[in-house]
Nanobody, 119 residues
Framework: QVQLVESGGGLVQAGGSLRLSCAAS????????MGWYRQAPGKLRELVAY???????NYVDSVKGRFTISRDNAKNTVYLQVNSLKPEDTAVYYC?????????????WGQGTQVTVSS
C-alpha cells in the first residue's frame, strides 16, 4: 500500500501562483511515476503532468510554460508549481502514483486538493 497526502491548494486570483505538494509513504518502489491529475465540475479527470523516478517529465498542452512538476526522491514527494493561473484551472487536483512493474503498475490516488482561481 502507498499513501499519498496532498497539500497546497487554495483560492487565488487569476495570474497568481500556488505550489502543490504530494507526500508518498508506504511500500514505495524505486521505479515509479508520480503525477498530477485534475477534475473540474462536470468534466472528466485529466492528466496535468507526470514525472518519472528518473526525472523525465510530460505536460498537457494547456499548462505547458505555466506549470512545473518536480520531485524529491529522498522525501518521496512530488511538487506542482502552478503559475499564471487561469479560471479554467479551477479543479480538484489529485496526486497519482504508479509503481513498477509498468506493464502492470500498482496505482494509488491521493484525496485531492481544491484549486480555485477567481477572475
Amino acid at each position: 500500500q502507498v499513501q499519498l497526502v496532498e497539500s497546497g491548494g487554495g483560492l487565488v486570483q487569476a495570474g497568481g501562483s500556488l505550489r502543490l505538494s504530494c507526500a508518498a509513504s508506504g511500500s514505495i518502489v524505486s521505479e515509479n511515476v508520480m503525477g498530477w491529475y485534475r477534475q473540474a465540475p462536470g468534466k472528466l479527470r485529466e492528466l496535468v503532468a507526470y514525472i518519472t523516478s528518473g526525472g523525465n517529465t510530460n505536460y498537457v498542452d494547456s499548462v505547458k510554460g505555466r506549470f512545473t512538476i518536480s520531485r524529491d526522491n529522498a522525501k518521496n514527494t512530488v511538487y506542482l508549481q502552478v503559475n499564471s493561473l487561469k479560471p479554467e484551472d479551477t479543479a480538484v487536483y489529485y496526486c497519482n502514483y504508479r509503481g513498477a512493474p509498468m506493464w502492470r503498475p500498482s496505482v494509488y490516488w491521493g484525496q485531492g486538493t481544491q484549486v480555485t482561481v477567481s477572475s
